[in-house]
């Protein structure tokens, strides 16, 4: 990474998807574990920049990883996942790096994209799709 010209990460959702069976009972208990993510998230890409000062950092966004769940729960996760891309974007925003949206892009074809109800991550044409939002980004920033 000392040299790196660019880094892309993706962080926060483990975090998140931990605190899940806390949060959906008591919703009320959401706002202090994305305060946490995003303060990591800030020391984690401060971090970076001490290494090297000179890279640019893209963070991404997350999509729907349960598309596949029934509307009530998705009712429910929804606006979870938006908190932490506003968590995650705020973080990278304050230290100077660009945030990477992913969810609309997925949204369009999210049960292709995402074919295993039984999985959060992503087919290859998925991640291909995420790819290009990262390229779209990086030739935006150049």
């Known amino acids: 990474m000392g040299n790196a010209e660019l880094v892309t990460i993706d962080i926060g959702a483990n975090d998140l998807l931990a605190n899940l069976s806390s949060i959906l009972p008591n919703p009320a208990l959401a706002p202090s574990v994305l305060k946490g993510i995003g303060e990591n998230l800030y020391l984690i890409l401060s971090e970076i920049d001490k290494i090297n000062p000179d890279t640019k950092v893209y963070v991404m966004g997350y999509y729907n990883p349960f598309p596949h769940r029934p ?72």
């Open 71 to 142: 509307v009530d729960e998705q009712a429910a996760l929804l606006p979870l996942l938006d908190a932490l891309n506003e968590t995650i974007q705020t973080a990278a925003t304050m230290n100077g790096d660009v945030f990477v949206p992913t969810a609309k892009v997925i949204e369009k074809h999210e049960k292709e994209y995402l074919p295993n109800p039984a999985d959060i991550h992503l087919d290859l044409e998925g991640y291909q799709t995420v790819a290009k939002e990262f390229w779209k980004a990086i030739q935006k920033n150049k």
